[in-house]
């Protein structure tokens, strides 16, 4: 199968690219460059370089292109309205017209910040409601892409796994290895989500042929103070060092939702898979913790 990935040089959409091998993969990177022999990469800033996307689409037509790009700190969202706007909502509306036209089958990933958080344990039925910037922008772009019914919305949270581009993991490891304290949020919950086992899903959706929207999350719902406990259970560090602290004394841009855990029962029915709990999955990290870029050994 063909598929373009946009956003390769990110978190998720690097783990899938270099992870793909059964299928035929273009994709694009804005700021920080691929340097993957055999993957075509493009670089593409959107919205200004539309017509270099639409050109390239156009040219290949992609069986699934795997929207993964995106503003992902919802502080910078809440802060630069009129750029997410572009990106998340113009861009995407654009892509999905443009997709619909050549049958090209559009997966987009978006995110829990689509829930108010006042519920948790939500399920892909369950009404949204925003209460940030990031996730409004992500809740009208689900809705644009979802105007296709052929259209596949993928929405995780709080991603870890064995790649030098994880954000909060790194801080963890890199202050704890180093016996410096941290301070974790022991009041707000998400549910912590192991990189190979959602890109694994991301590729089962695209065997399956999925629409509609799933949650593709692990299976245990957790604050930052939690998730830092699990870190240094496994990797024995000393756990005294993790404070909690609580998300009000932060003063933050972007509200957040206080439990925006999701159910991820419907994607492992429907795609036989199976998501770890916190541990299972920081061992897998553990075990590949060299992928890090951490670590010399
Ligand atoms: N990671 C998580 O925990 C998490 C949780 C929930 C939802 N998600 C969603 O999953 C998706 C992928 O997340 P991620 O963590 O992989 O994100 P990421 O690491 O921040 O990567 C974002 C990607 O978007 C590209 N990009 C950013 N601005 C662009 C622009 N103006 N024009 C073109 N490309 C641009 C980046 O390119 P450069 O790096 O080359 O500039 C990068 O490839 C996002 O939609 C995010 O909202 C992620």
């Not at 593709?216 to 404070?243: H, P, Q, W, Y």
């Not at 009000?248 to 509200?255: C, P, Q, V, W, Y």
Request: glycine residues 4%; contains cysteine; charged residues 25%.
């Amino acid at each position: 199968m063909k598929i373009l990935v946009l956003g390769g040089s990110g978190l998720i959409g690097n783990f899938f690219i270099h992870n793909s091998t059964d299928h035929e993969i273009i994709t694009t990177f804005n700021k920080n460059k691929i340097n993957t022999p055999n993957i075509i990469s493009k670089k593409i800033n959107l919205p200004d370089d539309w017509d270099k996307l639409q050109n390239l689409i156009l040219e290949k037509k992609p069986d699934v292109i795997l929207n993964t790009m995106a503003f992902s700190n919802s502080d910078f969202c809440e802060t630069n309205k009129e750029k997410v706007y572009a990106l998340h909502v113009q861009v995407t509306e654009k892509i999905t017209t443009l997709c619909s036209k050549i049958n090209s089958k559009i997966i987009f990933l978006s995110t829990d910040n689509v829930f108010d958080g006042q519920k948790g344990n939500y399920i892909e039925t369950d009404e949204t409601n925003p209460i940030n910037y990031y996730g409004h922008s992500k809740d009208l772009a689900e809705k644009i892409i979802l105007k296709n019914e052929n259209n596949l919305v993928l929405r995780t949270s709080m991603v870890y796994g064995s790649s030098s581009k994880v954000r909060f993991l790194r801080y963890v490891i890199e202050n704890l290895s180093n016996n410096q304290e941290i301070n974790t949020y022991d009041d707000i919950f998400n549910s912590a989500t192991n990189l190979s086992e959602l890109t694994n899903g991301i590729s089962k959706a695209i065997e399956f042929n999925a629409n509609g929207i799933y949650h593709m999350v692990g299976s245990s719902c957790v604050s930052r103070f939690d998730f830092a406990t699990a870190v240094a259970k496994v990797f024995n560090f000393n756990e005294e060092l993790i404070k909690h602290v609580s998300i009000n004394s932060a003063k933050l841009k972007a509200e957040r939702p206080v439990n925006a855990c999701l159910n991820n029962s419907k994607a492992e029915k429907t795609f036989d898979i199976k998501f770890s709990s916190i541990n299972e999955g920081i061992k897998q990290v553990y075990e590949d913790k060299n992928e890090l870029g951490i670590f010399n050994t």
